[in-house]
């Protein structure tokens, strides 16, 4: 039987959080020849959580420069990452989110005509500078994407409203929560022990927030 190649492409942490249980699946699927490509458009953060989940890359861009602006980053990648795609030949390339590795990564791919699956296909703000640049990334990459993952019927529909063919959609759900299962799989950790420990059983509420959008007074409130 000849075996799907599938090249799984990411850059950043959220990416690689979010990847890390499909990464899993495709490698224990039968009939699919999984292979990981890392743009590491961020470097430390990304290599932590391909520790945590044992990813070893098989392709790593190393391209996180000091300062680097989107202009150079998008360049770097697409120079890159196209010789990669002639080497490896996949017969998908999957890109998860909305991340300048997703939007560049997936062009690429198209001019080299690889088939492009986009997971967590679909959220949209339609305000272009909310969050800049990621809901232009996102936009780019629904025209070039064959399959959509969407992770919610009202992605979907954001989808279907751009006039993408339904049978070219996936609800699939948030793959973030089976990375949340994954995690509850593994013991914890001294550091979240003694947190729990300090919390003396009581019920504790974690809350993350980043972007820059929401600093200062959006946080506040």
Known sequence: MTSVRVLSIFGTRPEAVKMAPVVRELEAADGIESRVCVTA??????????????????????????????????????????????????????????????????????????????????????DKPQPFPEEINRRVTSVVADLHFAPTEEAKSNLLRENIAEKDIVVTGNTAIDT????????????????????????????????????GEPIEH
């Open 41 to 126: 458009q961020h470097r430390q953060m990304l290599d932590q959580v391909l520790e945590l989940f044992q990813i070893t890359p098989d392709v790593d861009l190393n391209l996180m420069r000091p300062n680097q602006s989107l202009s150079s980053l998008t360049a770097q990648i697409l120079e890159t990452l196209d010789p990669v795609l002639a080497d490896e030949h996949p017969d998908w390339v999957l890109v998860q989110g909305d991340t300048t590795t997703v939007m560049a990564a997936s062009l690429a791919s198209l001019y080299r005509g690889i088939l492009v699956g986009h997971v967590e296909a679909g959220l949209r703000t339609d």
């Open 180 to 215: 949340l299962m994954m995690l509850g799989e593994k013991p914890l950790t001294p550091a979240v022990e003694e947190i729990l420990r300090k919390a003396g059983g009581r019920t504790l509420v974690l809350v993350t927030a980043h972007r820059r959008e929401n600093f």
